[in-house]
């Protein structure tokens, strides 16, 4: 029997403590899979954007996106293997996710790893998908173990969470409307930005200055719970009661991000150098911040400048963000006699240039430790599925060949 010789399999390798575990993800519009050691190491990561197939629709059209996975999916496992220089015969282990996301897309990994660990007789491990955004931080920071407390921002959700050991999570607050992600990338298209629109509005707002529009800080009656829809409409209102701006000097400096019609390709972004991490200074002043800002006087909205309404919204929701996660830390903190646990950083939204520096920033004017995974790691892929799988398998926690796509999956709570 199948599900027989894959628990004697997974106990042998939870006695050793290793495992090479083949992952994959196919919950949006990411097809990825990844080999990966141990829970911490990565063999290969491939990822197949469907990104140029979306943007013409403004968002993710999940038909499209299921038939794009089927196209995929082989190809992209034979590429990790080839990458990580090894056969089915190396792998210990398959990994999927199979929840929360859109059901056509993650069935397509599904019956594909089902198909994998059966046809192998190997183990078959089902993984959340923001256990894996958070386990991204254990492939990128060696030193990284539970308990710490995570943020947790992407296109399809906002959770702080504390993790109190592999896979198992307190829920402390999460986003009563969109998530941060969902947020930025309509006040993006709002600006006229190509999706996905987070990026873009990140770039663009670089050249913004950050106090040039007044937009509210949401506030929640549980300090760390989150709603974004208050903000958005704010700013969309602000937005479309202006009319274009005039032409003037200033617009005459080139706006790439605006008139480019195709998104950044994604291997752009993870090129970007770190550095962020480090420089958590604002962007220099130039000369045309010294021009007054009109949309500081009501009723004067015709001179907003698309990068200062991107530089503004941006620091709107990375200053809640910040500020959230840093009290949720000092909760736990409080609660925990006093002993810190360090802070880490997930998803999506996590490459965002502002809150990686605001978070570094504040957490070194507290004293608190900060992990964040690298940007090739924050957005979906299959590497972060390996390493949460990991230490699901070691926990007893593998599936039998019912395992099911579960779109509104609930996050594991201990
Ligand atoms: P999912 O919600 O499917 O898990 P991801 O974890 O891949 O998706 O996150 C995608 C979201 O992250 C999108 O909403 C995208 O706009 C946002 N995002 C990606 N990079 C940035 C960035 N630099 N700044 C702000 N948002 C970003
Ligand atoms: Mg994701």
């Not at 962020?276 to 009109?294: G, L």
């Not at 996660?325 to 802070?343: C, D, E, Y």
């Not at 490459?351 to 004017?365: G, I, K």
């Not at 699901?392 to 579960?406: H, K, T, W």
């Amino acid at each position: 029997m199948y599900i027989d010789a894959s628990r004697a399999q997974a106990a042998a390798l939870r006695k050793l403590g290793r495992a090479v575990i083949l992952a994959i993800e196919s919950s949006c519009d990411e097809t990825a899979a990844a080999v990966i050691r141990d829970g911490r190491e990565i063999l290969s990561n491939v990822v197949s954007t469907q990104i140029p197939l979306h943007a013409r629709y403004g968002g993710v059209v999940p038909e499209i996106a299921s038939r794009a996975h089927v196209e995929a999916v082989n190809a992209v496992v034979d590429v990790a293997l080839e990458g990580a220089g090894m056969t089915f015969g190396d792998i210990d282990a398959i990994a999927v996710t199979h929840g929360p996301g859109l059901v056509g897309a993650l069935l397509v990994g599904v019956s594909t790893a089902k198909a994998l660990a059966f046809a192998l007789d190997k183990p078959l491990i089902p993984t959340h998908h923001i256990d894996a955004h958070i386990s991204a931080n254990y492939l990128a920071h060696a030193q990284l173990e539970p308990p710490f407390v995570c943020l947790v921002v992407s296109g399809g959700h906002t959770h702080i969470v504390q993790t109190a050991e592999y896979g198992v999570y307190r829920l402390l607050g999460q986003t009563l409307d969109d998530a941060a992600g969902e947020a930025f990338d309509k006040a993006a298209r709002v600006l006229g930005l190509p999706y996905p629109g987070g990026p873009a509005l990140d770039e663009l707002a670089e050249l913004g200055d950050p106090t040039a529009l007044r937009l509210p800080r949401p506030k929640t009656e549980n300090p760390y719970d989150f709603s974004f829809s208050g903000l958005k409409t704010a700013f969309i209102q602000l937005m479309r009661g202006s009319a274009p701006p005039p032409r003037t000097k200033r617009d005459e400096v080139p706006h790439p991000v605006m008139r480019g019609s195709a998104p950044p390709p994604r291997t752009k972004r993870d090129e970007v150098p770190h550095t962020v991490m480090r420089d958590s200074a604002p962007p220099p002043r130039t000369k045309r911040d010294e021009v007054p800002h009109t949309v500081k006087r009501k009723g004067l909205l015709d001179g907003i400048r698309p990068e200062d309404a991107a530089a503004s919204f941006r620091e709107a929701v990375c200053e809640t963000l910040v500020d959230k996660l840093i009290r949720a830390a000092h909760f736990v903190r409080a609660s925990n006699g006093g002993m810190a646990v360090p802070i880490a950083l997930a998803g999506g939204v996590a490459a965002n240039r502002r809150l990686r520096a605001l978070l570094a920033r504040e957490a070194s004017r507290e004293g608190m430790t900060i992990y964040m995974p690298p940007l090739s790691l924050c957005t979906d892929n299959a590497a972060m599925v390996g390493a949460a799988a990991f230490y699901r398998m070691m926990r007893g926690d593998i599936a039998d060949m019912s395992l099911n796509a579960e779109p509104t999956l609930p996050l594991p709570i201990g």
